[in-house]
Each structure stands twice: as structure tokens, then as C-alpha cells.
């Protein structure tokens, strides 16, 4: 039996089984990931977001929607969060954590509807909130777009095949204009571990995007942005295949956690 198809039947009915226990950590889908042999890391990739959608599949609307709420609470109790100057926050597909009542928090303190980007440049308390645009499918083909009109904005957006909401691109705000403001990033996923490792789509447009946001910020004489990845408890699994490509991230938050990256407190849980 090929490798990825073995791997893949022996993740499944593991993840399948905690679908009905959304907020347990997954356990044994890394352990064979490891232990595979064979298995090459494109394998263990792909048997991975195969699982994890099929999870996805076993949750209501409704199951999503208590989830999602519970894990955004968290984000905008983050300290790094609430002082950025600007936030870059993903509009989510039915099946993830859903960034609603994310962005409602986001643009209900220090956010202007109707500002510029000329105002917020000049004025360090407003706060800036983009979103991501996919022109093509080259992994440099996504950009960030600035939000100037709040939720109503956002509603007008025309959906794309995905169902998610997606602006224009926006010509008077290119990264060197956008990444000053980049404090932090909100980042989906399809996995992720509790040392902030990340599994996405396999397209490279955010690792791409990440690359060229922090090398502008270095430009620009400032630190790297602060990546967070925003995940459901069926997301977080043992331990997710890295390549040189991948990106870790800063924290990770869950309905009941917030993992930590930092050196001293790396795969750490706070539950509060």
C-alpha cells in the first residue's frame, strides 16, 4: 500500500473519534506521522488536512460558531493585540474558526470607520485592520488589503469559490506603505501543535506573504510582526511536519488555551 494512503487511513479514524470531543488535544496522529517509515513529509501533509477535514465534517454550524467565539474572546484579551497598530485578520470559510466577531472587536476599539490610511498613519491611536486578497496561484500572489469601512465594507465584499468574502486590492496601500503598521498577524490554518507549528493549505501564501512582511518591517528598522494562528481544539494535534518553508508562530489560540512559543515557556498553556 502506498505510503500516503496507509498514513492516511491510519490518521483518520483517530481524529474521527474526536470529533465528537472537539476541545481534546488529538493524540497518536504525530507519533505515526514519525514512525512511518517511508511516509515522505508531502505524505504526512496531505494525510493530515485529509483528517482534519473529514473532523471538520462531524461539526455543526452551531458547534463552530460556540467555538469560535469562545477563541476570539481570547485573541482581543491579548495584550499585542490590543496595542498594535495595525491587525491582519483572515475572513474565514464555513469550515474553521469563523473571524466575525473578531473583527467586530477589532473594529470597535481604536478604529475610525470612514479614516484613511493617511489618518492612521498619523495618528497612533488609531489602529489599521487588513485583510488578505488572493490575486493568482503563485505563492507571492496574496496581498493584504486595508479595511477603511468597517463591518458594511466587509459585507459588500463579492464571495469567491471558497464562500469567503474578497476586497479589491487596494493600489495606494503596497506592503512597504502597509508593514510599519503590521504589528500583528491573525493567521488560519488547517493544524497546528503546541509549540506554535503551523500546517496550512499547501499553497505557501502565508509563509510567502511572512517572508516579505518581516523583511520590510527589518527595512523599516522594526522587529518582526507577532504571528498568531487561530485554530478549534480538533486543530491542535501532537506534533505537525515542519519543512524549511514553514513558519512558527508566536502563540496559537484554541477555545481553552493559548500556546506559547517563547523559549521559556515553549509548547506552554495558558488557560486563562
Given at each position: 500500500?502506498?505510503?500516503?494512503?496507509?498514513?492516511?487511513?491510519?490518521?483518520?479514524?483517530?481524529?474521527?473519534?474526536e470529533a465528537?470531543?472537539?476541545?481534546?488535544?488529538?493524540?497518536?496522529?504525530?507519533?505515526?506521522?514519525?514512525?512511518?517509515?517511508?511516509a515522505?513529509?508531502?505524505?504526512?501533509?496531505?494525510?493530515?488536512?485529509?483528517?482534519?477535514?473529514?473532523?471538520?465534517?462531524?461539526?455543526?454550524?452551531?458547534?463552530?460558531?460556540?467555538?469560535?467565539?469562545?477563541a476570539?474572546?481570547?485573541?482581543?484579551?491579548?495584550?499585542?493585540?490590543?496595542?498594535?497598530?495595525?491587525?491582519?485578520?483572515?475572513?474565514?470559510?464555513?469550515?474553521?474558526?469563523?473571524?466575525?466577531?473578531?473583527?467586530?472587536?477589532?473594529?470597535?476599539?481604536?478604529y475610525?470607520?470612514?479614516?484613511?490610511?493617511?489618518?492612521?498613519?498619523?495618528?497612533?491611536?488609531?489602529?489599521?485592520?487588513?485583510?488578505?486578497?488572493?490575486?493568482?496561484?503563485?505563492?507571492?500572489?496574496?496581498?493584504?488589503?486595508?479595511?477603511?469601512?468597517?463591518?458594511?465594507?466587509?459585507?459588500?465584499?463579492?464571495?469567491?469559490?471558497?464562500?469567503?468574502?474578497?476586497?479589491?486590492?487596494?493600489?495606494?496601500?503596497?506592503?512597504?506603505?502597509?508593514?510599519?503598521?503590521?504589528?500583528?498577524?491573525?493567521?488560519?490554518?488547517?493544524?497546528?501543535?503546541?509549540?506554535?507549528?503551523?500546517?496550512?493549505?499547501?499553497?505557501?501564501?502565508?509563509?510567502?506573504?511572512?517572508?516579505?512582511?518581516?523583511?520590510?518591517?527589518?527595512?523599516?528598522?522594526?522587529?518582526?510582526?507577532?504571528?498568531i494562528?487561530?485554530?478549534?481544539?480538533?486543530?491542535?494535534?501532537?506534533?505537525?511536519?515542519m519543512?524549511?518553508?514553514?513558519?512558527?508562530?508566536?502563540?496559537?489560540?484554541?477555545?481553552?488555551a493559548?500556546?506559547?512559543?517563547?523559549?521559556?515557556?515553549?509548547?506552554?498553556?495558558?488557560?486563562?
Amino acid at each position: 500500500m502506498r505510503s500516503g494512503l496507509r498514513l492516511a487511513l491510519a490518521l483518520q479514524p483517530v481524529i474521527l473519534r474526536e470529533a465528537a470531543r472537539p476541545r481534546t488535544l488529538i493524540s497518536g496522529m504525530a507519533a505515526f506521522a514519525q514512525d512511518g517509515g517511508d511516509a515522505d513529509l508531502v505524505a504526512q501533509k496531505k494525510a493530515m488536512r485529509s483528517a482534519i477535514k473529514e473532523a471538520f465534517a462531524g461539526l455543526s454550524a452551531e458547534d463552530i460558531a460556540e467555538q469560535s467565539a469562545r477563541a476570539v474572546s481570547r485573541v482581543l484579551a491579548i495584550e499585542e493585540v490590543q496595542s498594535a497598530r495595525g491587525v491582519c485578520a483572515y475572513l474565514s470559510m464555513p469550515k474553521e474558526l469563523q473571524t466575525g466577531q473578531l473583527l467586530e472587536g477589532l473594529f470597535g476599539s481604536r478604529y475610525t470607520e470612514g479614516a484613511t490610511m493617511d489618518d492612521v498613519e498619523a495618528d497612533a491611536d488609531l489602529r489599521l485592520v487588513c485583510v488578505p486578497k488572493v490575486t493568482g496561484r503563485d505563492r507571492h500572489d496574496m496581498c493584504m488589503v486595508p479595511v477603511l469601512g468597517g463591518t458594511a465594507e466587509i459585507d459588500g465584499f463579492p464571495k469567491n469559490k471558497w464562500k469567503i468574502p474578497e476586497p479589491a486590492v487596494n493600489p495606494d496601500a503596497p506592503l512597504e506603505r502597509l508593514a510599519p503598521l503590521l504589528d500583528v498577524v491573525l493567521i488560519p490554518g488547517v493544524a497546528f501543535d503546541a509549540s506554535c507549528n503551523r500546517l496550512g493549505h499547501g499553497k505557501g501564501y502565508y509563509d510567502t506573504f511572512l517572508e516579505g512582511l518581516t523583511a520590510a518591517r527589518e527595512a523599516a528598522g522594526l522587529p518582526p510582526p507577532t504571528l498568531i494562528g487561530l485554530g478549534l481544539g480538533i486543530q491542535v494535534l501532537d506534533a505537525v511536519p515542519m519543512d524549511a518553508h514553514d513558519r512558527q508562530l508566536d502563540r496559537v489560540v484554541t477555545p481553552d488555551a493559548v500556546y506559547l512559543r517563547d523559549s521559556e515557556h515553549a509548547g506552554g498553556r495558558d488557560t486563562l
